[in-house]
């Protein structure tokens, strides 16, 4: 098993060390005052008032004020992102609810259309009564029951 040599070892400390240049983080507000972020310096539009945080620049902006008020704040931001969070899981929920009810719907609707195509084939149909005894569907039988789908089909749509 051979080591590296040191070049190779100084070569890879180097190339680490610059790596952190290239992901220089750029935050300023825009004119709406959103936070924007970003790799690339802002645009010569945004003053430099308005660049909260360059590669030589720490991010600026009032510190939290110290405090129970800070606390009291924080608390309030904290209930309403609590709240939004409950708000979305519901939300998101009564998604899933819904498209579970439209996939049984939909599943329902298919299942009428193939009974409805296998009693206009004209073929027999195999019935068991409540008995166990095997009967097959009269001409009468297979009306109703045409009729019937007709009208579960109108739902369907």
Do not use: H
């Not at 590296?4 to 005052?33: F, H, K, M, N």
């Not at 519901?90 to 939909?106: F, G, L, M, S, V």
């Not at 073929?123 to 579960?152: C, F, H, N, V």
Request: charged content about 30%; proline content about 9%.
């Amino acid at each position: 098993m051979s080591f590296p040599s040191v070049r190779a070892v100084s070569l890879t400390v180097i190339l680490a060390l610059c790596s952190g240049a290239a992901a220089a983080q750029y935050v300023w507000q825009d004119e709406r005052g959103v936070r924007q972020y970003s790799d690339t310096p802002p645009p010569a539009s945004v003053p430099p008032s308005r660049i909260l945080k360059s590669p030589g620049l720490q991010l600026k902006g009032p510190p939290p004020p110290p405090g129970p008020k800070a606390d009291a704040i924080l608390a309030e931001k904290n209930e309403a992102f609590l709240k939004r969070r409950a708000e979305a899981a519901e939300k998101e929920k009564q998604d899933a609810e819904k498209a579970q009810q439209e996939a049984n719907r939909q599943k329902a609707c298919e299942q009428i259309a193939q009974y409805r195509r296998q009693l206009e084939s004209g073929d027999r149909i195999r019935q068991i009564t409540p008995s166990g005894e095997r009967t097959y569907m009269t001409d009468e039988e297979r009306a109703k029951a045409l009729k019937d789908t007709e009208q579960m089909k109108d739902q369907c749509r």
